[in-house]
């Protein structure tokens, strides 16, 4: 239970002080946000998902996150892939299964959402 706890309120709070900032207000939430990712990366090792061979319940609850990462990386100016390539390919592992794309959000719509909140907070 620890690790979905761990992405549901670290990933969100840290995700959240990236896309609520703008410029150097940004920096600890992109340096958390690398650091829980980092971590999550070492908890996955060289495992194609979390729960070992199949998609497991850390897996299911991390996945929802991946809708965010493209917003991130736009409005923080930064590359997860580049700080976080395996979970990256995780996230494209897990995306390739029927299921998966068709039950989360849309990357863009997400981004357009944080835009549309960005502006009505006078962010941009």
């Not at 959240?16 to 958390?32: A, L, R």
């Not at 736009?74 to 700080?83: K, L, P, W």
Request: net charge negative; aromatic share 14%.
């Amino acid at each position: 239970m620890f690790w979905a706890d761990f992405v549901d309120k670290k990933i969100y709070d840290c995700g959240k002080k990236i896309w609520m900032n703008k410029g150097e207000e940004q920096e600890p939430g992109k340096q958390e946000l690398i650091e829980c990712l980092k971590l999550l990366e070492g908890e996955l090792g060289d495992k194609p998902y979390f729960g070992g061979n199949n998609l497991g319940f850390v897996d299911v609850a991390l996945l929802p996150f991946h809708s965010w990462f493209y917003a991130y990386e736009t409005c923080g100016n930064f590359s997860i892939e580049v700080e976080c390539p395996k979970l990256v390919a995780w996230a494209k592992r897990c995306m390739e299964k029927d299921s998966v794309p068709n039950s989360l959000p849309n990357q863009n719509l997400v981004y357009d959402y944080v835009l549309q909140v960005r502006k009505r907070t006078g962010i941009e």
